[in-house]
């Protein structure tokens, strides 16, 4: 009889298979491995990690000759960075001379390292410390002689606890159907690297939720829409989940046919649909959805995954690459986003009660010289190559945002005095995410170039609501009025001083709610790639008198389910 778990679906998709489990358990092997003298126990050490570290070059060296792999390949590299980093080779070396045994000794170093990133508050650092244990892993099995498990003509699906992203960077593509996991971590590299390969896959199935009943061999229906998992589905099940997938294939070839056709009402209003990006190798898979540019290229993450500030070199680089990627469309670039939740250890940020309500993004920078001005300095170098935009994250008043501009003058007079070329066009905006910004719009409005909404943060600090505490999520609601209020001031606030305003939150990728945001006179829709076909299939398929009628109903609503309810009857 068929049993049905659930989790949470991160890559949609429907998918059919025989479950895999992957993340080999090596204590079998440890138990049996025959230690030799602790000189020849270094040897080993050394010859694994370079024979690995060599391993995982031709990989990526394969990988980056393929535009559409780019991002796993720079995955990859990371890993192989964290092989040969000196830090780990030493720690390998202390811990050889303390167990006398090479493969414990690697596996312990590497499970100390990814403690330490464990320990951190923020999502995407705690995610590295899957990356960190696949390395000490990789190293351990290739002393220990463990070859990685063959698969046969038939597709799995791929399932564990934790799978270590080296398992899916190097199976084929064609030979993966899914992706099962028990963490829930959304940001974690096995999930990034199966988005990248429009891999249906679903996190969160810890042991509350069951992972334990799915078994090697398995045959499992994968439901990435709905986060189910049916366990020896009947023949029944698979031929219904069959016309499913038949249903799919067609809606992907009807999505690809909207790329190259522009986000449009019925009656001519135009609105522009761009891509959030967390590096520059998103802009490729964004431009492939159709998307008109970047509205938000998070920077924090060129700042994450290292031991120190990122030169302004190395920020250059990775802007430049992203804005001639977007080829003349504009690539906004937020300012670096980071502190409270999303500490960086070289920057020595205390840990604070209410990370949200802190120390953090324009506060920070502000205050350091030594992160602000280089990365002032990197964007407008990178603006000289296409059409750039900096955006100030986390403003609640003007004084802020003037002190930001004299900032901006004194990097351009840097790069002047070095002889740097620079744009001098550059536009400065605002995301508006606090009840401070969207208030006091109007006034803000006479001194920046563009808004842009950010509404994952707007709805949390106006709803006073924790959007990631699970208890009191029935109140996170982006149709709430108290924040539908919000957003149509900031709009309006823009349209009346000739700027425009664009909005890169959430809300942006709910095609009910670009209707009424289209309606309020939004210019740009910023989202995750994915989201873009729908939206723009929404948008195309209205006038642009429907939506402001809709606007007009919803306005006079008093309840955000209410709101959410009759659009979803009248807009489906």
């Known amino acids: 009889m068929a049993v049905k778990v659930r989790g949470k679906g991160v890559i949609s998709g429907i998918a059919i298979g025989k479950i895999m489990l992957a993340g080999q358990n090596l204590d079998g092997y440890l138990v049996n491995y025959k230690p030799g003298t602790v000189a020849e126990e270094k040897e080993k050490a050394t010859a694994a990690i370079a024979a690995v570290a060599k391993h ?50 690697v596996l312990k170093a590497s499970e100390e390292q990814a403690k330490m990133f464990e320990a951190m508050d923020d999502e995407y650092f705690k995610a590295r410390a899957v990356d960190l244990r696949d390395v000490g892993k990789r190293v351990a099995k290739y002393i220990l002689g ?36 028990g963490s829930g971590s959304t940001t974690a590299h096995a999930v990034i690297i199966a988005k990248a390969r429009a891999i249906p896959t679903i996190v969160g199935l810890n042991k509350e939720n069951r992972i334990d009943k799915i078994a090697d061999g398995d045959r499992v229906i994968l439901d990435g829409e709905r986060g189910e998992v049916t366990i020896n589905p009947s023949q029944e099940e698979i031929g219904s989940y069959q016309e499913k997938i038949r249903k799919q294939e067609e809606l992907a070839a009807h999505y690809a046919a909207l790329k190259d056709l522009p986000a449009v009402t019925k009656d001519g209003v135009k609105v522009k649909l761009a891509a959030n990006i967390g590096t520059h190798m998103d802009v490729d898979n964004a431009l492939n959805y159709g998307a008109d540019g970047v509205g938000l290229f998070r920077s924090e993450f060129v700042f994450m995954g290292r031991e120190e500030i990122p030169t302004e070199e190395d920020q250059f680089k990775a802007y430049k690459e992203a804005v001639e990627k977007c080829a003349g469309k504009l690539c906004v670039i937020r300012t670096m986003d980071i502190g409270g939740d999303k500490p960086l250890p070289y920057l020595n940020i205390p840990k604070e009660d209410n990370p949200f309500l802190g120390y953090r993004a324009v506060r920070i920078s502000l205050h350091r010289r030594d992160l602000f001005l280089p990365q002032l300095k990197a964007i407008l170098r990178a603006g000289v190559y296409g059409r750039v935009a900096i955006m100030i994250p986390m403003i609640i008043n003007i004084a802020e945002f003037k002190q930001v501009k004299e900032f901006i003058e004194e990097a351009k007079m840097e790069l002047a005095h070095e002889g740097k070329v620079y744009a001098n066009n550059v536009e400065v905006g605002i995301m508006v995410e606090t009840p401070a910004a969207a208030v006091m719009a109007p006034a803000f409005a006479k001194y920046v170039d563009f808004f842009s909404i950010g509404t994952n943060d707007l709805v949390q600090y106006t709803l006073a609501c924790d959007r990631g505490n699970a208890s009191i999520s029935y109140l996170y609601n982006h149709f709430n ?3 539908l209020r919000l957003v149509q001031r900031t709009i309006t606030a823009a349209r009346e001083n000739g700027i425009w305003a664009g909005m890169c939150g959430e809300m942006a990728s709910d095609p009910n709610a670009a209707v009424l945001l289209t309606a309020m006179g939004i210019h740009e829709l910023s989202m995750s790639a994915p989201s873009i076909p729908r939206v723009k299939e929404k948008l195309r398929s209205i006038t642009s008198i429907q939506a402001k009628e809709l606007l007009a109903d919803v306005m006079k609503m008093e309840d955000g389910d209410e709101i959410k309810e009759y659009l979803n009857k009248v807009l489906g």
Request: charged share 30%; net charge negative; with cysteine.
């Open 146 to 181: 463990v070859k990685e498990p063959e698969i046969g003509d038939e597709k799995v699906i791929l399932c564990g606890h934790e799978i270590e992203p080296s398992v899916i960077a190097g199976m084929p593509t064609d030979k993966i159907a899914g992706v099962l996991l």
């Open 481 to 483: 009025p108290a924040v």
């Open 56 to 105: 995982l070059q031709e990989s990526i060296e394969t990988m980056q000759k393929n535009d559409e792999m780019k991002e796993q390949a720079a995955i990859l590299e990371a890993h192989r960075m964290m092989i040969q980093d000196p830090m780990m080779a030493q720690s390998i070396e202390d811990k050889i001379d303390e167990l006398k045994n090479a493969p414990r000794a």
